[in-house]
């Protein structure tokens, strides 16, 4: 059983910055991908961005350019780098793990992100 306890959230106004971290209670260094998820109220959690084991990373497009996940697999934990952000960012992030070997899922308890305007 992995732990994932994400940190980071808060309240920030439009055009700023946030880094959240996500810690994971066992090593992240082996076969797996790692990302942040959302969820605004009213809606469906959505991907936000990935990081695998080998180095890839993926983002969805309204993130692209402004948001940059990253990992240390030192530390078990991954970042999630939000820079420009907008009123329409805010939601709950969530954490995630799934382990290739089993492609089960692990999920943190989430962390609130809000963007005035």
């Given at each position: 059983q992995?732990q994932l306890?994400?940190?980071?959230?808060?309240?920030?106004?439009?055009g700023?910055?946030?880094?959240?971290?996500c810690?994971?209670?066992?090593?992240i260094?082996?076969?797996?991908?790692?990302?942040?998820?959302r969820?605004a109220?009213?809606?469906?959690?959505e991907?936000?961005a990935?990081?695998?084991s080998?180095?890839?990373?993926?983002y969805?497009?309204?993130?692209?350019g402004?948001?940059?996940?990253?990992r240390?697999?030192a530390?078990?934990?991954v970042?999630l780098?939000?820079?420009s952000?907008?009123?329409e960012d805010?939601a709950v992030y969530?954490?995630?793990?799934v382990?290739?070997?089993?492609?089960?899922?692990?999920?943190?308890q989430?962390?609130?992100v809000?963007?005035?305007?």
């Amino acid at each position: 059983q992995v732990q994932l306890v994400e940190s980071g959230g808060g309240l920030v106004q439009a055009g700023g910055s946030l880094r959240l971290s996500c810690a994971a209670s066992a090593s992240i260094s082996g076969p797996n991908t790692m990302g942040w998820y959302r969820q605004a109220p009213g809606k469906q959690r959505e991907l936000v961005a990935t990081t695998t084991s080998s180095g890839g990373t993926n983002y969805a497009d309204s993130v692209k350019g402004r948001f940059s996940i990253s990992r240390d697999n030192a530390k078990n934990t991954v970042y999630l780098q939000m820079n420009s952000l907008k009123p329409e960012d805010t939601a709950v992030y969530y954490c995630n793990l799934v382990r290739w070997f089993n492609n089960y899922a692990y999920w943190g308890q989430g962390t609130q992100v809000t963007v005035s305007s």
